[in-house]
């Protein structure tokens, strides 16, 4: 490996935006440890992604689960001493399920998009601490913009996801404090909305790729070291907290 070369966790990352998010990465000479679920599936996704001059490897990363948040810990510290890059990814949305109870809609939710997404993200701080140009990414959504919803005429008015949108707000009120919390030790944090895609999680509806969502994650991930911390963006800009 290429001492020089940026490594990045992307959790959440054998499908959909997750997929193209380390993909995307990796085509731009990042090495790639691809979070997954499950670690077979990792594996073929890794492979699938790599090549010659793309460096992906598949590790076991469920942000519901503690151990395999530390094993990765200790992984990338005793493989490589550093971590530029983390993308938090790893994302549920239960709102179209009607035989899940409110209690266990909330909890599991808030347990990958909120608890896992902090646990994750306080478990690499010491390893991006190491790095030149660190960067946290959030995965968040336009629908969790408190200003955006008290819009009559905003195009996504008339949605109604209570609990995948609620996780979201929290996720934006973690960016703002890892925001503030890690300036002085400038680890860049930021959360950005990659827009409604045509994934497994939207049954394919819309006409976006993963591709084309990733780029803005992707972007924030190699963030010029003069660009912005605590922000929250979409491709086209700037969004309301």
């Known amino acids: 490996m290429n001492n020089n070369q940026p490594i990045a966790l992307v959790s959440g990352a054998t499908r959909g935006i997750g997929r193209a998010i380390a993909q995307g990465l990796a085509q731009q000479g990042v090495k790639i440890l691809l979070g997954a679920r499950n670690l077979q599936t990792g594996h073929e996704i890794a492979n699938s992604i790599l090549t010659q001059n793309i460096s992906v490897e598949a590790v076991h990363l469920d942000t519901t689960r503690q151990t395999t948040i530390d094993n990765p810990v200790s992984l990338i510290h005793k493989r490589y001493g550093h971590l530029d890059i983390l993308v938090n990814n790893a994302g549920i949305s239960l709102d179209f399920y009607p035989d899940i109870p409110l209690r266990e809609k909330l909890s599991r939710t808030f347990e990958t998009n909120v608890v896992g997404t902090a646990a994750l993200t306080d478990a690499m701080i010491p390893l991006l601490e190491k790095s030149e140009h660190p960067r946290i990414v959030n995965v968040s959504s336009v629908l969790s913009s408190f200003t955006k919803r008290i819009q009559s005429d905003w195009m996504y008015a008339d949605v109604y996801m209570p609990t ?55 972007k924030f991930a190699l963030l010029e070291d003069s660009g912005p911390t605590g922000f929250f963006a979409n491709e086209s800009g700037a969004l309301a907290w």
Request: net charge positive; aromatic share 6%.
């Open 164 to 218: 995948y949108q609620a996780s979201k707000a929290a996720l934006n009120a973690l960016t703002l404090s890892y925001a503030k919390q890690l300036a002085e030790r400038n680890i860049k944090v930021n959360a950005i909305c990659p827009g409604l895609t045509a994934t497994d999680a939207t049954n394919h509806y819309g006409d976006r790729s993963p591709e084309m969502a990733a780029k803005i994650a992707i």
